[in-house]
Structures are given as structure tokens and as C-alpha cells.
């Protein structure tokens, strides 16, 4: 069975950074689209960033760019994406959640694969 599982969430104050984690199994996660999004309390899941399956096409959500890095390391047989956070800010605080998806978008509603979500806490 497909399954996504999101690490490295916690607490850090501003300015701080962190790295998450989501390991891939149960397919062939390799050959897909894998994406980072986010979610709020009160507001709806946005967009962070995404990376193709060969890591030559990479997007990221204005609010991140420059400060998010995403990649993926597909050499070992548990395919792996990283998303680094650095410069972290108190409105970066959500739940975050890996996905996959056959094509290369930054829709959310492409993605057909989500892992259950890592939360992320920012304080001022």
C-alpha cells in the first residue's frame, strides 16, 4: 500500500530552521511529482513547494522562496523528500504535508497520495 510518512516537525523560534522529512513506500514514488503543503488553523492548505520526479523542475509558494529548500533522494529504495526551512517565521506555523502526484503541478487537487502531516510551531 502507497504510504507517505512526514518527520521533523516541532517547535522553533523565529529565525530558526528545521528540516522535514517524507519517506515514500509501497510505490513507485520515484517517477512522481512530490509536493510540500500546508495548512493552518482557520485557513485552508496552501501550496508550499514541489519537485518533479527527476528534481529538474522545481517550485516553490512566494511566501518561501529564498528561504525553503526542497529536494528528494530517489538512489535508496525508500524514496525520500526533504523540505529545509530556514529563517522560519511565526506565520510559517501549520501542519505540513507531504503528497504525491503523477504530474508536475502545485494544484492540490493533482495530488492523489498525502501523508498525515508534520506540525510545524514558530514562536515570536
Known amino acids: 500500500q502507497a504510504q507517505l510518512v512526514e518527520s521533523g516537525g516541532g517547535l522553533v523560534q523565529a529565525g530558526g530552521s528545521l528540516r522535514l522529512s517524507c519517506a515514500a513506500s509501497?510505490?513507485?514514488?520515484?517517477?512522481?511529482?512530490m509536493g510540500w503543503f500546508r495548512q493552518a488553523p482557520g485557513k485552508e492548505r496552501e501550496f508550499v513547494a514541489a519537485?518533479?520526479?527527476?528534481?529538474?523542475?522545481?517550485?516553490?509558494a512566494d511566501s518561501v522562496n529564498g528561504r525553503f529548500t526542497i529536494s528528494r533522494d530517489n538512489a535508496n529504495a525508500k524514496n525520500t523528500v526533504y523540505l529545509q526551512m530556514n529563517s522560519l517565521k511565526p506565520e510559517d506555523t501549520a501542519v505540513y504535508y507531504c503528497?504525491?502526484?503523477?504530474?508536475?503541478?502545485?494544484?492540490?487537487?493533482?495530488?492523489?497520495?498525502w501523508g498525515q502531516g508534520t506540525q510545524v510551531t514558530v514562536s515570536s
Open positions: 519537485i518533479s520526479w527527476s528534481g529538474g523542475s522545481i517550485y516553490y
Open positions: 503528497a504525491a502526484a503523477r504530474a508536475t503541478t502545485v494544484q492540490a487537487a493533482a495530488y492523489d497520495n
Open positions: 509501497g510505490r513507485t514514488f520515484s517517477r512522481y511529482c
